[in-house]
């Protein structure tokens, strides 16, 4: 039996099948895994941000500052390894922390200054773009051993695909995240949270360290992501991923959680950011396509998902009243 | 049930907000192994009473002893590991989580550092069997009836806590089959020995399943009976209070009001809307004070919506001189010259970080259309005068309405609608909160208002106030107009027991 709370899931499954399908009807060359191994490579760090975006929109939340902490830790990574001559592993560990720390504080403002999200992540957004352009407006190349020998490590899969460090560490992060998620108080505690926070108050949920927890996995990951990026383009630069969290947020929504919280799974936001790899693949395969078409459609589908789930909850809604009026 | 083993025990519990006590001096007791009502009308200070005992609320005086050992619960989870678990009407379990999560949120099964479902389900089976409920506890909370959710919440709390068990309206929505079935439930929990508190205001319902009660009045406490020995008229009698009896009533005099309904310029007939209050006639002539009487949840403050357009009649039809009108909005009533002061002054009445004189003014601004704004000087002018007629203190008219105590808030809401110079004006507990002074003074408002032609409708709890004020009353129960007092049969005696008698009957 499908729960009406998977449904979104499940049809955001179905329209991602579909879609492959008729682009493998038109261009079979996309069902090798050599574009299957690239999508998950060009996508790995926004998938891992996607993850963090995930959990905030299960508790009832947001987080804009995704995006920008992805470009402060790039900088801050490149500069440090670059110019600074620190070791890369040091470098990442210090940005992680940095990264963990700055959305901690943000998860204790709202929790404990009764400030709504949209608005401290905003702040935060800002904070971290403005941080990040302070150590450095320029490009900063990045080389290093190591880092040329993360790049270098792969995995051959037959078919000719790569599995790449960084599309496995991206899978490694959904893994983890669907574990938590399922199978953690931690991630019950989330879901109670974004059901109904009084509620879930009332039954005894610690809100306060479970809200910090969300938005310290949220900073985390991003600065995760960050790290990912800059592994992926070689280089820091602070003007990038602007609007890095609007996808983030758009492949969440697409991979069928909902947007007041609650319901969603870690798998669905997976999905959608493989629906999201899809077209931009498709794009590139067809070549007369402005890659703007991304964007269009990824519109079109945000839109269709909304008006989804309203239909989902309008139709629940209805059937709850129905069945009060039997009671009656 | 011995008396002799309390389980709970509250001495002198005092809880004041901002300076107006909402409890004084409460002193309750619950014995384990007894099922113990909470009753009394809407502010009496249960909800307060309540709050203090499972946490949400500190007490400022008192002393609470659980178990003979004195515990201050400083929230609801710290309530809960005391023993304490606590039922609420509505806002209770997660609609968006399955049954089996609901019921081990926060201490589910793990196994190696990871939520064990297999054990989990297996535990809420077994769990909710005890209850007699055999449902698929995968499913998801939204996919059962608000009964079943009720024995849910029922089975976490009892799991949870395990001595006290505290139902706040528990019954508000459920049928009668279902209340039974609820009620054997807690029955087999009484005689396991759990200490049960039941807040319903369903008379009938408090005698059935209940072994004693408390009533508690404007914060005070009443008293504690046993139910077997408490007849019903009294109980009535300790909720609504009559101590008050050798008022005498000035209005009986008026009989000669009381000639044929026929010629009331302002009738209903037939009025009613289906779940909320039963069709019923009702006139007000010019000058005269109609009084409601009834318990909570009678149906006495939806007479009222009814009355002012806010809910929408299904059925008989609402006459102004003689011509029938359409009362589809609380904005037609007030075109019809009609105003309603309501119960919940804080919510539905003031806008808080308004003026005194913006509050005062709004009635008539509203009348008047938003597109033709009353002049500042006006408005103030306006004001300035009823602070000065109505003696509302300060007599500041630029200061936020929330700062004033309660009976010069009230008294800024009747300004409202005098502004309006209304034909009808109906007030839903209008004393309510205020302190002895205010309350003589707006009675006598009522009385002046009533002698200058105006019609009015006064809904109260408080019986004494009625007898006073009111030249007949309509008597409430269970969501009916049961009987109509006129002249001298106007006498709490006569309320209470048409009260009385209805719930007897039903």
Known sequence: ?328 | MAESNPLLEARGIGKAFLGIAALEGVDFTLNSGEIHALLGENGAGKSTLIKILTGVYSRDRGSLHLDGAEVTPASVADAQKLGIGTVYQEVNLLENLTVAENLYLGRQPRRFGMIDKREMRRLSTALLSRYGLDIDVDALLSSYSVAIRQIIAIARAVDLSGKVLVLDEPTASLDSHEVETLFAVLRRLRDEGLGIIIITHFLNQVYAVADRVTVLRNGRLVGTRNLSELPRLELISMMLGRELQQITHEHQATEQTVATTQDAPIRFEGYGKRGSVAPFDLSVRPGEVVGIAGLLGSGRSETAFLMFGIDRADSGTAMVDGKPISLSSPESAIAQGFGFCPEERKTDGIIGDFSVADNIALALQARQGWAKPIPAREKLALAESFIKSLDIRPTDAEKPIKLLSGGNQQKAILARWLATGPRLLILDEPTRGIDIGAHAEILKMIERLCAEGMSLVVISSELEELTAVAHRVVVLSDRRHVAELTGSQVTTDNILQAIASREEAA
């Not at chain 1, 602007?242 to 758009?250: C, K, M, Q, T, Y």
Request: glycine letters at 12%; one cysteine or more; proline letters at 3%.
């Open chain 1, 1 to 328: 039996m499908i729960h009406s709370r998977n449904l979104p899931f499940v049809t955001t499954l179905g329209i991602f099948v579909l879609a492959y399908i008729l682009c493998v009807v038109q261009f079979p060359n996309m069902l090798s895994t050599r574009v299957i191994g690239n999508l998950l490579t060009d996508n790995a760090f926004l998938g891992i941000a996607a993850v963090g975006m995930t959990f905030v929109i299960l508790s009832g939340g947001i987080d804009l500052s995704i995006g920008s902490v992805i470009a402060f830790t790039s900088v801050f990574v490149a500069v440090m390894v670059g110019s600074l001559g620190v070791h890369p592993l040091v470098a990442f560990a210090a940005v992680l922390v940095i990264s963990t720390i700055f959305g901690s504080a943000m998860g204790a403002m709202i929790r404990y200054l009764g400030i709504p999200p949209f608005v401290v992540t905003l702040a935060g957004m800002f904070l971290a773009r403005g941080a990040a352009y302070l150590i450095s407006t320029e490009s900063v190349p990045i080389a290093h051993p190591v880092i040329d020998a993360i790049q270098g490590f792969y995995f051959r899969v037959p078919g000719g695909g790569r599995l790449t460090a960084l599309a496995m560490l991206m899978l490694l992060v959904f893994v983890v995240g669907a574990f938590v998620a399922a199978r953690t108080r931690f991630g019950a505690n989330i879901y109670a949270i974004g059901g109904n926070q009084q509620s879930a108050e009332l039954m005894g949920v610690p809100i306060g360290p479970t809200t910090v927890g969300i938005y310290a996995l949220s900073g985390f990951l991003s600065g995760l992501a960050g790290i990912a990026y800059t592994l992926y383009t070689s280089s820091g630069y602070s003007l990038a991923t602007v609007g890095v969290e609007l996808d983030a947020i758009a492949a969440v929504v697409i991979g069928g959680t909902l947007l007041t919280g609650g319901v969603g799974l870690v798998a669905g936001t997976f999905i959608g950011i493989l629906i999201q790899g899809l077209i931009q693949t498709y794009i590139v395969f067809d070549g007369t396509l402005s890659s703007w078409w991304t964007k269009i459609v990824i519109g079109i589908l945000l839109f269709v998902f909304i008006v989804l789930q309203r239909g989902i909850i309008w139709y629940s809604d209805r059937r709850l009243a129905e069945s009060r009026l039997k009671e009656v």
